[in-house]
């Protein structure tokens, strides 16, 4: 009974030790967020995010000059923030090592999708490690055209305070109106009529 007893306490160690191994992996971690949003989890609160105050201006940086923020994409083109100022901006940081950033996606995809061709919105994926190769890769794996930026001056600490993801939405004032820290699901209806009600106004 003693063995029957201790080989099946180290058949029990074993399978949790490889479903915790397969937990760990960031492949298996994906495709788990992945499955959890499509069940509804990781909805997106920005019809609740409440308006900044003046302090939080979206062109600022918290550099003492007050620097514009900028991006620049693969080909070295830069977008001004403040140069943007009439269209409702989606900026989403994120980097290719962090598997809920990648996880969530092809929900920005489908979002995108929906606002595409819209010259009243303008899409940036702040990839913040300035990995092109990784980006790209990404990219064609997953089948995704999304718009893909890198850092070009410093971000201000209101946008992004360290944890990534993180998305903020700017009206077309350049006044930060929504920000979402960890990974959502920007498929959602509620996010789509978040935009739409931006590009109205």
Do not use: H
């Not at 092109?132 to 997953?142: C, H, P, V, W, Y």
């Amino acid at each position: 009974m003693e063995n029957k007893s201790s080989k099946k306490r180290k058949w029990n160690y074993v399978l949790w030790g490889i479903l915790i191994v397969v937990v760990l992996m960031p492949q298996s971690r994906m495709f788990i967020q992945k499955q959890l949003m499509k069940v509804g989890f990781f909805q997106p609160k920005l019809e609740k995010v409440d308006q900044p105050s003046p302090e939080k201006t979206a062109i600022t940086t918290e550099t003492p000059n007050k620097a514009t923020v900028s991006f620049k994409d693969e080909s070295g083109q830069v977008y001004n923030v403040d140069e943007l100022k009439g269209k409702v901006l989606f900026i989403n940081f994120w980097a290719t090592w962090c598997p809920p950033c990648k996880a969530e996606m092809p929900s920005i995809q489908k979002l995108y999708d929906k606002f595409k061709g819209n010259d009243k919105v303008k899409f940036l994926l702040v990839e913040i490690e300035e990995d092109i190769t990784g980006a790209n890769k990404f990219l064609k794996q997953e089948k995704l055209n999304l718009p893909i930026v890198y850092p070009n001056s410093n971000i201000p600490k209101t946008w992004l305070s360290g944890a990534i993801p993180t998305t903020v939405i700017l009206d077309k004032n350049g006044e930060m109106v929504g920000r979402e820290q960890g990974m959502r699901d920007y498929s959602a209806k509620s996010v789509e009529d978040f935009i739409q009600n931006l590009i109205n106004q």
